[in-house]
């Protein structure tokens, strides 16, 4: 097999998001970067992950939300298999809105060594129902794997 360990699978180019950052900028850099989710760093300590659906959940718990807008063709994408699309319709991340990364992001964190087998990935990501875990090497983020990358590992075998 071609893939054995976390560091035959990783992205080691990891797009990482300040837990300061307004949930527009992190909205517009999920996009720009065409990822669906980032760790959350506090300088260079790993916090969290923050995802679409950690915007969408936000937006739509909020309740403020204008009639004119529609969420970007990325969101529908990666939502419609998710929600209903008359949820879709009505998610949306408004400017100006003071809430941070910090305050929606997902602070439970899943994370390996370079050397963890692809098998204990996959159960890690399974059992915790999650789309990403991040490679690690005393607290410092060296890659990550997402569902996609753990997909291609299947796709080639």
Do not use: C
């Amino acid at each position: 097999m071609k893939y054995t360990s976390a560091k035959d699978v990783m992205t080691s180019d990891v797009k990482t998001v300040g837990a300061d950052w307004p949930l527009d900028r992190v909205a517009e850099f999920l996009i720009e970067h065409d990822i669906s989710g980032a760790p959350v760093v506090d300088g260079d300590t790993l916090v969290g992950v923050i995802s679409l659906t950690d915007l969408a959940r936000h937006d739509s718990v909020s309740g403020n939300r204008t009639s004119s807008d529609r969420p970007a063709a990325y969101y529908r994408n990666e939502l419609e298999h998710l929600y209903a699309e008359e949820e879709v319709d009505q998610l949306r991340v408004r400017e100006g809105d003071e809430t941070t990364a910090r305050d929606v992001m997902t602070d439970e964190i899943y994370d390996v060594n370079a050397h963890t087998s692809v098998q204990q990935i996959a159960q890690v990501m399974h059992r915790g129902r999650i789309h990403r875990v991040f490679v690690t090497t005393d607290g410092e983020i060296r890659g990550v794997i997402s569902a996609l990358d753990m997909l291609k590992v299947v796709a080639e075998a």
